[in-house]
């Protein structure tokens, strides 16, 4: 049944291209760090093909640059292309938090207030993987919670390349990674529309500042996992 075969490769690419994406935006994978086939097949617990075919579309999505097949690399960013990434965001997200203002509802907000709690503690314990995880998780409710499908999607290809790039600095950031999170969990409980919009806004712009001068003095990367 060659339809059947064909639509299996086909999931199984899509599987392993979606937790590779999963994993840069969550931060699993810092710049500069190589990536090996055979190590991915093997955790993946699949053949070579997949994990290959993964790896050429996030090349094409600009997350990874791909040299050879034996040198495989999270992408860094020049200071230029984080500051149009970031006025991206600002726009978009901004657009996100506004439309949750409107619709949030007392489960949201309590999803949130809990995502809070939890990169609290993972800040106190110095755990950074988790409080990459938190903050994306954090910053993708509000799309969410807004209904805007399309515009998760966009986003998603941007935090492909920022997501790396959030977790490298997110131990050296301290508290200006999460502090700007409450006010945007205060603007929805009040339904808040341009509050919310401001207070993402501020996250991305005052909270992203540590990200900013990694870049600018050329630290990134240096910081191994922890």
Known sequence: MPEFTTLEHENLNSVVYGALCDALMQGRFQPG??????DL?????????????????LAND???TFRSPRDIRISGLSEARYREIRTIRVRLEGLAAETAAQTATGADIHEMEQILRENEAAIAEGDRLRGTQLNQAFHF???????????TTILRRLWLQMGPH??????AGGRAMIDHHYPVVEA??????????MAIIDDIQLGGRPILERIEHGAEGKTRRA
Do not use: N, W
Request: no cysteine.
């Open 33 to 38: 760090d190589r990536l090996k086939i055979r």
């Open 41 to 57: 097949a093997e955790q993946f617990g699949t053949s070579v093909t997949p994990i290959r075919d993964a790896i050429l579309r």
């Open 62 to 64: 600009e997350a990874i």
């Open 141 to 151: 409710m509000l799309p969410r919670i807004a209904g805007l499908p399309v515009l």
């Open 166 to 171: 959030i977790s490298d600095a997110y131990l």
């Open 188 to 197: 929805l409980k009040r339904h808040d529309s341009a509050a919310a919009a």
